[in-house]
């Protein structure tokens, strides 16, 4: 037989695409042709298939070897097609059970000496070839607990080129080496960093916070260093409910395909945390690289929580990155062979001092600033971005007569949060939203418009300009999960100035 098949999974992004891998052997000149728009990574695949073939004890067919990669016009990258390419080789060779082969998803790296090593996106790629009817797939030992989280999926795990061939029927000596270990165990915070009740005083940023949580709301933290900003935020993960099973397969297959993700524990069940210092790149907040583009913090933050501390000291290019996933709870990253698409609903946590020594509170006594250096630190926060921050508020210096008293625990506050949560699934069964900060503003005021004097209050701060039309908007969604949190099937008028309260309460420092 001159011609093999087999299948491998190329991902763009979080999609997969099943791809046919076909060898054919021609009497020819010896030569290894790869063809099938592969980058760079995959190209060098001929030199590790070749090399791991030798040492396995396989004999390399003495013929011009092609292997086309279809469909042609879908880009691949990465080492995850080794393996495929392999295995397609020899079985076109006839060294293994050709029927066998072709009904196969290979995914792996080759290493020189025959040794297969993991790669990253197993759990995407796993599901895409479920999902096209190939539940058949062989992946490296280290990646098989990661492989087995897709339902549906008959999953081998191999140690060796040789492992693999053998399971194919090929006549070859099984080796007895040990499985490459996983490199992959940087995984990102995913739970709460210490309790809330850590955090003395601060009775309103706290309710700010447990708000923020209760309706998915953006949140802005403005204050002098050692307020508590920082613990707030660390903590905000804590009170959040668990992923639902469709949220938890989608934030783990983002942590594979970045290579953060440690199979070990399971699907991700808690929201992420992602706190990226301010010195980071555009490229690493939202995503990005040669070739393939890699999801970025914003994108490891789905479905948790995105926390910028020192907020005025991102690079404005940074900041202004992030409107797009605030408004479409999505990341296209577009390259010259085509665009990725991460998911990335996070929630957003801006800390902020008042001013570049953080002094300007009070009479601002110790504030050695001058009002042009205030206003050109705190503009770097512009108005497009803030609009799209729910809840904005002040968090002053801790009083010492509050330093005593005892303050809610996270489990407290999260239970609360849990109940508001489910009255918002009840209320938005049905429609495209499930927490009140994706609804949009008109679904909010059809069902005021029995009441319409409950939205006094906001058409005064819209008059007085404290208010965008879109702040208004957000207003009403923090009116919503205001009387949420108190049980109320409906905001009542101090739930909407509290909405707008939230909203507008840390623009005095800004």
């Known amino acids: 037989m001159t011609l093999g098949r087999t299948l491998a999974v190329g991902l763009l992004g979080l999609t997969g695409s099943v791809v046919e891998v076909e060898a054919h052997l021609a009497a020819a000149l010896p030569a290894f042709v790869l063809v099938g728009l592969p980058d760079a990574s995959l190209a060098e695949a001929r030199d590790r298939v070749r090399a791991a073939v030798g040492s396995s004890g396989l004999t390399w067919p003495n013929r011009r070897v092609t292997v086309n ?11 995850g097609f080794d393996l495929a390419v392999a295995v397609a080789v020899l ?37 895409a070839a479920v999902a096209a009817g190939w539940p058949d797939v ?20 191999c140690a060796s080129l ?17 499985p490459v270990p996983p490199s992959r165990r940087t995984a990102s915070g995913g739970t709460s960093r210490g309790d809330l009740s850590d955090v003395l005083g601060q009775h309103e940023a706290r309710w700010a916070v447990e708000v923020a949580a209760a309706g998915a709301h953006h949140l802005l933290l403005l204050g002098p260093p050692g307020a508590g900003k920082t613990m707030l935020a660390s903590r905000l993960p804590g009170v959040l409910p668990d992923l639902d099973e469709a949220d938890a397969v989608e934030v783990t297959g983002v942590h594979s395909v970045a290579g953060v993700f440690d199979p070990d524990g399971g699907l991700l069940r808690r929201p992420p945390f992602e706190d990226p210092h301010h010195t980071a790149t555009a490229a690493s907040i939202v995503g990005g690289g040669s070739g393939t583009p890699r999801p970025g913090a914003a994108s490891r933050a789905h479905r948790g929580v995105l926390f910028l501390d020192e907020a005025p000291e991102f690079r404005t290019a940074v900041l202004q990155t992030l409107r797009q996933p605030l408004e479409h709870g999505e990341l296209v990253i577009h390259r010259a062979a085509g665009a990725a698409r991460y998911p990335a609903r996070f929630q957003l946590v801006l800390a902020a001092n008042p001013c570049p020594c953080g002094q300007a509170y009070g009479q601002g006594l110790g504030c050695g600033c001058t009002s042009g250096d205030r206003r050109r630190y705190l503009g770097r926060l512009d108005g497009p971005l803030l609009d799209r921050v729910d809840v904005q508020v002040e968090v002053p210096p801790v009083r010492p007569g509050t330093l005593g008293r005892d303050a809610e625990s996270t489990a407290d506050v999260a239970e609360r949060v849990g109940a508001a949560r489910t009255a918002q699934r009840s209320r938005w069964r049905g429609t495209p939203w499930r927490v009140n900060s994706e609804v949009p503003g008109r679904a909010l005021r059809d069902l005021l418009r029995p009441d319409p004097g409950l939205l006094a209050e906001v058409d005064t701060a819209v008059e007085q300009g404290r208010l965008t039309l879109r702040g208004a908007d957000r207003a009403l969604r923090l009116a919503w999960t205001v009387a949420d949190l108190a049980g109320r099937d409906a905001p009542t008028r101090p ?6 309260a939230l909203r507008s309460r840390g623009r005095a420092g800004l």
């Open 69 to 79: 990669l279809t469909p042609a016009g879908v880009p691949k990258s990465g080492p």
């Open 91 to 127: 079985a076109a060779s006839g060294l293994l059970d050709a029927r066998r082969a072709a009904r196969t998803v290979h995914l792996g790296e080759l290493g020189l000496d025959g040794r297969l090593r993991p790669v990253r996106g197993v759990l995407p790629a796993v599901a």
């Open 162 to 178: 040789a492992a693999v061939v053998a399971r194919h029927g090929g006549q070859v000596a099984v080796p007895d080496v040990a």
């Open 495 to 500: 739930d909407v100035d509290a909405g707008v």
């Open 138 to 157: 062989v992946v490296p030992v280290a990646d098989v607990p990661e492989a087995t989280l897709v339902p549906g999926a008959r999953v081998v795990g």
